[in-house]
């Protein structure tokens, strides 16, 4: 549970003060999408505390709250241009102590773990609720009645398949929804197998929150960048040694041994660690068939990684695109310090982008330019010295 802040401040009074002290530029799109968080902030604090729920609430409630009228917000735009400065604003003043803030793969991660849990209490005969979703759902919502989503996007036919029945849950409990993302609505699960069965959830999210642009001309993670040598490019044996000599230093005479990280009855392979330290190729990690709670489980055991041989990625590679786009989104969220050796530069390794595709991968690339700047450089530090 979180403590309940300080409402003495609005994300656009937080938003000014940031660029009269020179922090920020001045940006109108940013201010007006700070106006639309607060007009969210002020619904949560008229609303009431939520009470938790016993444990078959799920069976009794009365799922007429809806928000209490509270429309919560959809951010989208291009890559750079502050959506999730703005949104962690806000979830920092969001006046609710039940709240949470997560990557959304690692957010469906969790939801398929606990609908895997009631499946086994339901063979094992600890309880007779066939249905997953509303108890799944109430947890969820006890645990967390504003959900902060950054990134959202969907590309796992597992999770487009059940987002529509799990946020008609949510939403009917009350829960309130802002996220950021760089497609809108209309536009997520593009071209995804079954696309049809997900179009109910399009309509279903448009309901319940408010769809804003966030339009900046300014890039702003590309004006930041101060590049380290943290990225070689091309792949060939200077940059293989360069590599080498890089994890060497690193490595302070420690050895390196392969590890396996125990992921529910099976594992995750790593060929090289010592204590929070990894060295994987890019077969290691996106030729197998590993999704994002794996990759999460990597992130949350190492501080730095080493990707070796990032190849270009052609239509032939669209398994290990969706599987790198992932990779990329768990550890920038978690701050994992990345050192790359790569075919070439982040924006021309996919060579042909179409639609959610190349959306997806604009921001792997942005973020991958990020990840290499001092400053990307500086908050792995922070965050990690806070663990």
Known sequence: MQPMPDYALSVCEQLKSLTASGAL?????????????DRVLAGLKQRRPAAKSSALGWLFAAKKK??????????????????????DMFFAMAPCRKKRRAHFHEFMADVHNRIAAHRLKLKNGETRQADPMPPVAAALYDEAELLCFDEFTVTDIADAMILSRLFSELFARGCVLV??????????YRDGLNRGLFLPFVALLKQHVDVV???????????????????????????????????????????????????????IHVPLAVDRM????????????????????????????????????????RNQIKRFIILVDTFY???????????????????????????????????????????????????????
């Open 25 to 37: 530029q001045v940006d109108s799109a940013q201010m007006d999408v700070a106006k639309s968080l």
């Open 66 to 87: 809806s928000g209490d009228g509270i429309k919560g917000l959809y951010i989208h735009g291009s890559v750079g241009r502050g959506k999730t400065m703005l949104m």
């Open 333 to 387: 969220d978690h701050a994992v310090r990345l050192y790359i050796s790569a075919a070439a530069m982040p924006e021309e390794l996919l060579l042909h982008r179409r639609g959610t595709e190349g959306f997806e991968f604009d921001r792997t690339a942005s973020r991958l330019f990020e990840m290499r700047s001092a400053e990307y450089l500086a908050l792995h530090h922070e965050k990690r010295a806070a663990e």
């Open 213 to 267: 642009t966030l339009d900046s001309p300014t890039d702003y993670r590309m004006e930041k960048l101060s590049s380290q040598p943290v990225y070689l490019v091309p792949i060939n044996e200077h940059n293989d040694m360069a590599m080498d000599a890089s994890w060497t230093q690193a490595l302070h005479g420690r050895k390196a041994q392969p590890l396996d990280i125990p992921m529910k009855g099976r594992h």
């Open 278 to 317: 990894a060295r994987f190729s890019f077969a290691d990690l996106c030729d197998k068939p590993l999704g994002a709670v794996d990759f999460l489980a990597i992130a949350e055991r190492f501080d730095t990684v080493f990707l070796d041989h990032i190849p270009l990625l052609g239509p032939e590679k």
């Open 179 to 188: 996220a950021t993302s760089n497609v809108e609505p209309d536009n997520l």
